[in-house]
């Protein structure tokens, strides 16, 4: 990847990371803001329905303790009571529940038995539990009605007192849509009513769900389905809950519905309350935040494609232009420059850059000259140190034949017998010496062929594996798929050779010689290992210099040629060795195209 895509790349993430950040932050915020606003406005209805239904129980009281109060039922309850015949008065709640303004009443005996309902007169006669078991207040209650249907209403008991043993009156008013039409709501608010069909203990609250029983003002509650959950586990748990409702699948039509369980006055829930606030001014904030989010991370984008392109034509380009220029320098044309332009700090790299070159070009001429001295002075010394060694046995014999020229011819003859061994046996040294000095001078160049390099781990396998000898094994790893070799095969079998052949010198008392070859992507390995002592780090970093050697005897020339052969074959050789643990040369040549 480029410095130019690098520069838009980072410019187009720190953009939309900036962005995404803002809108997630300011969403968060909205989501706060909304679910505040909706909290705040469902408890200001609880404590407007909590005074309405106050206001409520109030009135229901006052119009029951106006009929408890009433001649009419004092009359009743005194003829009651001499008599004891309430067949006169079957009818008599329903004039009374007019007179109040009230759905439900009915005329409770002293024993707890109806006298008159009005809404059911065919239940005189029948118990009222609530006669007996509620106090003088106001409560919730379940109404049974003749159509088989229970309906939830507010009521109030009083008693009336003209004799002994009180008459009561039980008075209510329902809680269905008129009820609710009547509370106060909020725009994008809306407000049900549950009434718990089966209505226990909270232990015991039933799990089956009657959405006839859900009601609004305006009629029964659409999608009553979807409060089913919250509206259970609020009968189950007893307190009030919240929770977010999807009517579909838009999150524009999703409400945050409060659920509120009303109970009566021992804390069994009858009823649920719940308040609905719709979330659509929310979705519709956020996705018109997110919408203008995405305006903005796309011109930011764009902005930074053109801020990336001037960047690039002030920064990239030069900084371009220089990597190449290092490119060809590191390739060997240290004659490249740059272009200089302006006074800023690229322009000071830029100069910087030309300046290095040139003083590279310098110091190259000087180093090839100083390594050429160098070389010569080595190849003196080396040549030097190699022609000293026959030239003193030259040199004694013949001052030897010098001296013996004085002796018998008998004695001379044996003399010069042994001097001409001697001098031809020197001879040939000297000319083995200068025959290596001439075969390193003139290294031919390879003659490249096609050839696999299983192949050529083969022949040098079954050249040296009869002379390795007893105490020597040679062994061979060489992979199974075709591994092909633009090569030189002489140049070649002629490098493993002498690694075989120094891998050997180096095991004086027997070992094991490895030799492997493995594809390795575009390349192919080669490698030849021993069990000898190894060498230290030093003798690594020498081993490759021409005329250095670890031997008692030899030019130092063998690994300086294999090195040569390799770096011909556009290929490298190293080593791996640690004093103690053997060592082992690894040849990677190119891997010729298919």
């Given at each position: 990847m480029s410095l130019r895509q690098k520069l838009l790349l980072l410019f187009s993430l720190t953009i939309a990371a900036t962005v995404a950040a803002v809108t997630w932050t300011v969403l968060l915020r909205i989501r706060h803001v909304f679910e505040q606003r909706d909290q705040e406005e469902t408890a200001l209805f609880v404590s407007q329905f909590q005074r309405e239904f106050q206001s409520s129980s109030a009135e229901v009281a006052a119009s029951v303790q106006r009929l408890a109060e009433s001649e009419r039922a004092r009359a009743i309850a005194v003829e009651l009571a001499q008599t004891g015949d309430p067949a006169p008065y079957v009818n008599e709640a329903q004039?009374?529940?007019?007179?109040?303004?009230?759905?439900?009443?009915?005329?409770?005996?002293?024993?707890?038995?109806?006298?008159?309902?009005?809404?059911?007169?065919?239940?005189?006669?029948?118990?009222?539990?609530?006669?007996?078991?509620?106090?003088?207040?106001?409560?919730?209650?379940?109404?049974?009605?003749?159509?088989?249907?229970q309906a939830l209403g507010l009521f109030a008991i009083r008693a009336v007192r003209a004799s002994e043993r009180?008459?009561?009156?039980?008075?209510?008013?329902?809680?269905?849509?008129?009820?609710?039409?009547?509370?106060?709501v909020a725009p994008g608010m809306s407000v049900g009513l549950y009434a718990d069909p089966q209505p226990g203990p909270a232990s015991e609250s039933s799990a089956e769900f009657d959405s006839r029983q859900f009601i609004a003002a305006d009629g029964p509650v659409a999608n009553a389905e979807a409060y089913k959950p919250l509206i259970l586990s609020t009968l189950a748990a007893g307190r009030q809950s919240t929770s977010?409702?999807?009517?579909?699948?838009?999150?524009?039509?999703?409400?945050?519905?409060?659920?509120?369980?009303?109970k009566n006055e021992s804390g069994q829930p009858l009823a649920v309350l719940t308040v609905a606030i719709s979330r659509g001014g929310m979705v519709a904030a956020q996705q018109q935040i997110r919408a203008t989010a995405y305006g903005v991370a796309s011109?930011?984008?764009?902005?930074?494609?053109?801020?990336?392109?001037?960047?690039?034509?002030?920064?990239?380009?030069?900084?371009?232009?220089?990597?190449?220029?290092?490119?060809?320098?590191?390739?060997?044309?240290?004659?490249?420059?740059?272009?200089?332009?302006?006074?800023?700090?690229?322009?000071?790299?830029?100069r910087s850059f030309n300046h290095m070159t040139a003083e590279l070009a310098a110091q190259r001429e000087r180093l090839v000259q100083t390594e050429r001295v160098a070389a010569w002075r080595e190849l003196a010394r080396r040549l030097a140190h190699e022609l000293k060694n026959p030239l003193f046995p030259l040199q004694l014999t013949v001052e030897n034949l010098a001296r013996a020229r004085q002796l018998p011819e008998p004695e001379f003859d044996e003399v010069f017998e042994e001097s001409t061994r001697t001098l031809g046996m020197e001879i040939a040294n000297l000319k083995k010496i200068i025959g290596r000095f001439s075969d390193f001078s003139k290294m031919p160049r390879p003659q490249l062929e096609r050839i696999d390099a299983a192949g050529l781990v083969e022949r040098v396998r079954a050249l040296y594996a009869n002379a390795c000898g007893d105490n020597v094994n040679l062994q061979t790893h060489v992979a199974t798929e075709r591994m092909p070799?633009?090569?030189?095969?002489?140049?070649?079998?002629?490098?493993?050779?002498?690694?075989?052949?120094?891998?050997?010198?180096?095991?004086?008392?027997?070992?094991?010689?490895?030799?492997?070859?493995?594809?390795?992507?575009n390349t192919i390995e080669l490698k030849v290992g021993d069990t000898g002592q190894g060498m230290t780090p030093e003798e690594c970093e020498r081993l490759f210099t021409p005329y250095y050697t670890t031997k008692q005897h030899g030019t130092g020339l063998g690994l300086a040629i294999v090195q040569s052969i390799v770096a011909d074959h556009a290929g490298t050789i190293a080593v791996e060795s640690h004093a103690g643990s053997g060592a082992t040369f690894i040849l990677v040549l190119p891997r010729a195209g298919e």
């Open positions: 004039t009374m529940a007019q007179e109040g303004h009230l759905n439900y009443l009915e005329i409770v005996a002293p024993g707890g038995e109806i006298v008159s309902s009005a809404q059911w007169p065919a239940r005189f006669g029948y118990p009222e539990p609530a006669a007996t078991s509620q106090t003088e207040g106001s409560f919730l209650k379940r109404e049974d009605l003749p159509d088989g249907t009180p008459l009561r009156i039980l008075g209510g008013e329902k809680l269905d849509q008129a009820f609710l039409a009547g509370l106060p977010i409702l999807y009517l579909t699948k838009k999150r524009e039509e999703s409400l945050n519905v409060t659920a509120i369980p009303l011109g930011g984008m764009l902005l930074a494609i053109v801020f990336s392109l001037w960047i690039a034509a002030r920064v990239s380009r030069p900084i371009e232009e220089m990597a190449r220029a290092s490119e060809a320098v590191a390739a060997g044309n240290w004659d490249v420059t740059v272009e200089e332009r302006g006074r800023d700090e690229l322009s000071v790299l830029a070799l633009d090569a030189d095969p002489e140049l070649l079998h002629r490098a493993l050779s002498n690694l075989v052949l120094n891998a050997m010198d180096a095991m004086p008392d027997g070992g094991t010689v490895t030799i492997s070859a493995r594809p390795d992507g």
